[in-house]
């Protein structure tokens, strides 16, 4: 799914099991042979891996297959790229391509290993490959000071948001689960919201009222995905950060997608990573509607509701929803009032 949203067209799929990936080429001897021999009657033109490569890997797969060898994390940065539309978002990309780009420079230089000058360091291979990272390294330098400036101008944001009193409530979850939908449901707002992986980049925030007619402050944030590239959580870091500032999360759970519970557990691992798993959290499990054919357009099944409720079982703070359809946004509102009172309570004491 990654290589369609980023607009390839996959014609095939190959899979092999190891107890590790091969220190030289990632899949072994046998494998490579295998994809070398399948250029001709597939006719593909770049090879996807489903991983992250280091550039000595990527390096020799792409002298044995004579074609472009894209790894995950050059995958996701080409979708965040695309994605990418104000101008925070370019920065952050930005940076997070050009971490990408250093330690694989050396790799775009490869061709003048065969000339005598390239031997040692004074050849024009090795002069222009210093000049790269150079360059590299300025860029990566300039765009974290625009990023740091980006990170003081939210902080002073948010220091008056704190001032107001206004509570923070951030919504996360694995990309496509339909925050946004659910943004635009609780609040009216028109973000925009495609049935496709990472939509929103930017952290949208945007006032809302309870059903007891208190306001608070609702965050859109970035989806997260498994193997997220760590460059991208570094340079995202200044965004992230707005979650620091929820007092509750509500987790959204594509509850119709067959890895539901995979997805759910890459958010949590997460959450953890970024030093929030103690946060409150609200889990809405969301797209009720396509779990079934059951369902209509007044609320979900009865199997559904059975479902949801064995859930609930387990994890108490669970609420079936669907964005699209406005299903349980009432309740939502309800809920959220609820904690955040108990939450208020809990920091007086």
Partial sequence: ????????????????????????????????????????????????FDDELTPAQQRVLERALGLKVIDRTALILDIFAQRARTREGALQVALAQHEYLLPRLAGQWGHLERMEGAIGARGPGETQLETDRRLVRAQIKRLKGEIE???????????????????????????????????????????????????????VTRRTALRDGRSLLLTDTVGFIEKLPTQLVAAFRATLEELNEAELLLHVVDI???????????????????????????????????????????????????FAAQVQEDRPQTLLISAAKHWGIDELRSRIGAMLEEISLRCEE
């Fill in 1 to 48: 799914m990654l290589a369609e949203t980023a607009g390839a067209v996959p014609v095939a799929r190959v899979l092999q099991r190891l107890k590790h990936p091969d220190r030289r080429s990632y899949i072994g001897k046998g494998k490579l042979a295998e994809l070398v021999d399948a250029r001709e009657s597939l006719g593909y033109t770049v090879a996807i």
């Fill in 149 to 203: 400036q980006v990170k003081r101008h939210r902080l002073r944001y948010r220091r008056r948001r704190r001032r107001n009193g206004v509570p923070v409530v951030a919504l996360v979850g694995y990309t496509n689960a339909g925050k946004s939908t659910l943004m635009n449901a609780l609040t009216g707002a028109e973000v925009r919201a495609h049935d496709r992986l990472f939509e929103t980049l930017d952290p």
């Fill in 256 to 306: 119709a997608h067959p890895d539901a519970a995979e997805q759910s557990q890459t958010v949590e691992n997460t959450l953890v990573d970024l030093g929030l798993s103690e946060r409150p959290i609200l889990t809405l499990l969301n797209k009720a509607d396509r779990i079934d054919g059951e369902s209509n357009e007044t609320g979900p099944s009865e199997r559904v509701r059975q």
